[in-house]
């Protein structure tokens, strides 16, 4: 890897030191490195002792081997779900609270050095693709890291769902909203809603109801080879929204379906550690 691109929140001190110690770090060990246009002011004005290019993030996720991003799950996850697309693996570092997705924490550091050297792998993730149907159109397409969740949007209300999975009526759902989930995405929001928490490698989807309003409404697993189909079956909501990754909303109308199934992309992780995925796991829930 000859090229590396620093990502991170440029507006937060902190974060934005850790990302020039790792640009120095990768610049030291033989890396050329890049940031965003918009952080040129930023570099240049410091005294970080590297020199870089400044892109435009198209060229960013186009033009790099590696994308290094400091902060936490919600800022790797952007970038993850731009660089798959790209087939780029994304080194995380942690400058957030749990970090489920970094490899380094701040004092892990000095291990960037094992990248040059070619002591790291690269470890794959599923991703889901969604796309929402409707009057048998395909309107919107998407892709996600961690779930794609149907609610009512920012009020919490009640709302009726139907789930099938490749032609096949699975249920009915009263509740908050129902979760879609990777396995990479089953530590997060399905987690809180008391979905199962699912090794990395496993080839599924974690289907979970939010506060259903059925004590037969439970989490469900399926193959990742599924087709899931969820259906807007509400009469009194003219369309719910369908989150992405807590990121991307798209609006699903009345009978309109979000249809929900693996994604042709891969996450990709550059792994330095060895795999300890339990007893980091482990760690983390008792961090909460």
Do not use: W
């Not at 040129?40 to 994308?67: K, T, W």
């Not at 731009?82 to 693996?89: D, H, L, N, R």
């Not at 087709?227 to 699903?252: A, C, F, M, W």
């Amino acid at each position: 890897m000859k090229r590396v691109a620093l990502i991170t929140n440029f507006r937060v001190p902190d974060k934005v030191e850790t990302a020039f110690a790792a640009a120095k770090l990768f610049s030291e060990n033989g890396m050329s490195l890049s940031f965003p246009i918009h952080a040129r002011e930023l570099v240049e004005g410091s005294a970080a002792g590297f020199e870089a290019e400044f892109l435009p993030y198209q060229r960013i996720y186009s033009e790099s081997d590696l994308i290094a991003v400091v902060g936490g799950d919600g800022t790797i996850l952007d970038a993850v779900r731009q660089a798959a697309v790209k087939e780029i693996p994304v080194l995380g570092i942690n400058r957030g609270r749990l970090g489920y997705m970094a490899e380094l924490e701040l004092s892990e550091l000095p291990l960037i050095a094992e990248i040059s050297r070619g002591n790291y792998r690269i470890e794959t993730r599923s991703m889901l693709h969604v796309e929402l149907i409707s009057d048998g159109r395909t309107v919107q397409t998407c892709i996600a890291l961690n779930d794609a969740v149907v609610t009512n949007g920012s009020v919490a209300r009640i709302v009726d769902l139907q789930l099938s999975e490749s032609g096949t009526v699975v249920g009915n759902y009263r509740s908050d909203g129902l979760i879609v989930a990777t396995p990479t995405g089953s530590t997060a929001y399905s987690l809180s809603a008391g979905g199962p928490i699912a090794d990395p490698r496993a080839p599924i989807f974690v289907v979970t109801p939010v506060c259903a309003h059925s004590f037969a409404a439970r989490p469900m697993i399926f193959p990742d080879t599924s087709r899931l189909e969820i259906r807007n079956t509400s009469q009194r909501e003219p369309y719910l929204v369908v989150s992405v990754d807590g990121k991307t909303n798209l609006r699903l109308g009345r009978n309109d379906i979000a249809v929900i199934t693996r994604s042709e992309y891969r996450a990709r992780f550059i792994r330095i550690k060895p795999s300890r995925f339990y007893p980091d796991l482990a760690k983390k829930l008792e961090s909460v």
